[in-house]
């Protein structure tokens, strides 16, 4: 049994680990994009490219290993069952759970792992990144700035820039809303942002346009100013000290939920989007156990050894575990549902049919 142990679970972990690589690699990828236009169009250091590129792994890994699980477990057995191992296996006198209890003790394992994971290094990694990112947003504000969109982060004004090229603007427009004035203009054919770090502002001098300027006799009206240079002072948003930023659900583990969750209930306030964030970690740290539960009968039933099936079939099955996932979230955010069960519906099923089919498999 030791031997036969060792070659099933060399048969599962052989693609669960291609599988996890190669979700990794292509959701990597998918964030490498934005990382590199960082790099190469905005200016941003190499070295906090690279921290915000190694500080993605953990979040990815915690969608990638799941499903790694769930595609090594229906790739092994489909080529353990179209092989006609598993019929070599039965015929031997070898009890059907006899195989499937190693794999279910991996598939436990996992989940165990994934605890600290989701609860420690995903939130962790979160916040750092966030950290980094209003690092970078201080140091260098051109970084995020993205041409045709209205960019909100220096109160009270808005701006919207046709073009950015580095620290260079061209069509520059800012608006400052006024309650119960009119809004206040600013119009350029082009501009350059200066930042002062130290100082959290930023130093934009425009030139060639026009901008409204409040009328000395009558402040609630503005006359048109026409300008070769124009130079003003824009303060980053407050709040945004990377120290001392305001952690969000995300970027708290299962012990500062909790905190949170008690300190809210003191004041009042209905924690219900602290709960479903800590139920959802832990359902999703068990979802590998789930997901080897049905893949494994599946896998057998289904007798093809193609990868494409396999990951078709993984595919499929993970959207339906997020379908009841999202569909436990609505349930929880309405009311209807506690948190804690609406969030384990998605792990409570699949368990289920997983158990029947198991038990269907065992059968035949």
Same mark, same amino acid.
């Given at each position: 049994?030791?031997? *036969?142990? $060792?070659? &099933?679970?060399?048969? #599962? %972990?052989?693609? =669960?680990?291609?599988?996890? /690589? !190669?979700?990794?690699?292509? +959701? ?23 921290? *915000?590129? $190694?500080? &993605?792994?953990?979040? #990815? %890994?915690?969608? =990638?290993?799941?499903?790694? /699980? !769930?595609?090594?477990?229906? +790739? ?27 794999? &279910?003790?991996?598939?436990? %394992? ?255």
């Amino acid at each position: 049994m030791r031997i *036969l142990r $060792a070659y &099933l679970l060399k048969e #599962l %972990l052989n693609p =669960t680990a291609t599988a996890m /690589v !190669l979700f990794t690699f292509v +959701l990597l990828m998918g964030n490498l994009i934005k990382l590199a236009d960082l790099l190469i169009n905005k200016g941003v250091s190499p070295l906090a490219i690279l921290e *915000l590129f $190694a500080l &993605l792994i953990p979040t #990815l %890994l915690g969608y =990638t290993v799941p499903m790694a /699980v !769930l595609t090594g477990t229906l +790739l092994a057995f489909g080529k353990l069952s179209s092989d006609r191992e598993i019929l070599a296996m039965k015929a031997s006198g070898i009890g059907f759970f006899s195989i499937a209890a190693p794999v &279910l003790l991996v598939g436990f %394992l996992v989940s165990l792992a994934l605890v600290p994971l989701n609860n420690r290094l995903v939130p962790w990694s979160h916040y750092a990144s966030r950290q980094i990112l209003v690092d970078i947003g201080i140091r260098n504000p051109t970084a995020f700035l993205e041409s045709g969109t209205f960019i909100k982060e220096f109160k009270p004004y808005i701006l919207f820039v046709y073009q950015v090229e580095g620290n260079r603007l061209s069509k520059v427009r800012i608006y400052e809303p006024q309650e119960g004035r009119p809004t206040r203009t600013i119009v350029a054919e082009r501009g350059e942002l200066i930042p002062i770090p130290q100082e959290r502002r930023v130093v934009l001098r425009l030139y060639q346009g026009s901008a409204d300027e409040p009328d000395p006799k009558d402040p609630g009206k503005f006359y048109k100013l026409e300008f070769k240079a124009y130079a003003t002072t824009l303060a980053l948003a407050e709040g945004k000290d990377p120290e001392t930023l305001a952690r969000k659900p995300k970027d708290m583990d299962l012990d500062q939920l909790r905190e949170e969750i008690s300190r809210l209930e003191a004041k009042g306030v209905d924690p219900t989007p602290l709960r479903i964030e800590f139920h959802r970690r832990t359902a999703m740290a068990f979802s590998p156990l789930a997901f080897i539960l049905i893949g494994l009968p599946l896998g057998i039933t289904t007798r093809r050894a193609q990868r494409s099936v396999g990951l078709g079939l993984s595919v499929v099955i993970f959207i339906g575990y997020y379908l009841f996932l999202i569909l436990g979230q609505t349930f929880a955010q309405k009311g209807t549902v506690s948190p804690c069960p609406a969030m384990w519906i998605g792990n409570g099923i699949f368990l289920l049919i997983g158990s029947l089919l198991l038990w269907k498999t065992h059968r035949t």
